[in-house]
T-cell receptor
């Protein structure tokens, strides 16, 4: 299994509070991704990173920010959590971004915003 | 733009029966296609992928998928279902613009009855 951990694994928070999720990898892969999983939508890309301090938006980036100060860590921040951000969040990594490159997924973080 | 449609959000089969999970894609460029499996409370695991070459792709756990360009399909099959195959399955296509982004279908939950 790819060495990807996510923390916390479960979190309950209140509307309006900031939340930070962490993804840590031991594979030294350059590319990292944050997805959210919601019933009926599959997984949708929030943000991705193509190197330290290099990030870009995905298709559902509103209300989220990311940071990557080290190769191994990719942080996702919900600046002011809303109930619509209740979801399961997955981090993924890949060695390259070329077509056909496999992405490896972490175990996920379940976030409930009350 | 690329998209993926999985036909049937729930599929139920008897143990030992054929498994067929359907995936159709839309892509303006040659597609790179993936099937992932998600067991309860876990992350996604790659089953198989199609990049180029042979259109019949064999994956882990006895699964295989056939790329049919004329039908824009990439259906997943397994000749004989096992109880341990019960999980959610996602079809995905690699996004364009070389971002490495995966575009997922909505997912299909496979139930295996004894």
């Amino acid at each position: 299994d790819a060495g990807i951990t996510q923390s916390p694994r479960h979190k309950v928070t209140e509307t309006g509070t900031p939340v930070t999720l962490r993804c840590h990898q031991t594979e030294n892969h350059r590319y990292m991704y944050w997805y959210r999983q919601d019933p009926g939508h599959g997984l949708r890309l929030i943000h991705y990173s193509y190197g330290v301090k290099d990030t870009d938006k995905g298709e559902v980036s509103d209300g989220y920010s990311v940071s990557r100060s080290k190769t191994e860590d990719f942080l996702l921040t919900l600046e002011s959590a809303t109930s619509s951000q209740t979801s399961v969040y997955f981090c993924a990594i890949s060695e390259d971004r070329g077509a056909g490159e496999t992405q490896y997924f972490g175990p996920g973080t379940r976030l409930l915003v009350l | 733009a690329q998209s993926v449609t999985q036909l049937g959000s729930h599929v139920s089969v008897s143990e030992g029966a054929l498994v067929l999970l359907r995936c159709n894609y839309s892509s303006s460029v040659p597609p790179y296609l993936f099937w992932y499996v998600q067991y309860p409370n876990q992350g996604l695991q790659l089953l198989l992928k199609y990049t180029t070459g042979a259109t019949l792709v064999k994956g882990i756990n006895g699964f295989e998928a056939e790329f049919k360009k004329s039908e824009t399909s990439f259906h997943l099959t397994k000749p004989s279902a096992h109880m341990s195959d019960a999980a959610e399955y996602f079809c995905a296509v690699h996004g364009s613009c070389n971002t490495g982004k995966l575009i997922f279908g909505q997912g299909t939950t496979l139930q295996v009855k004894p």
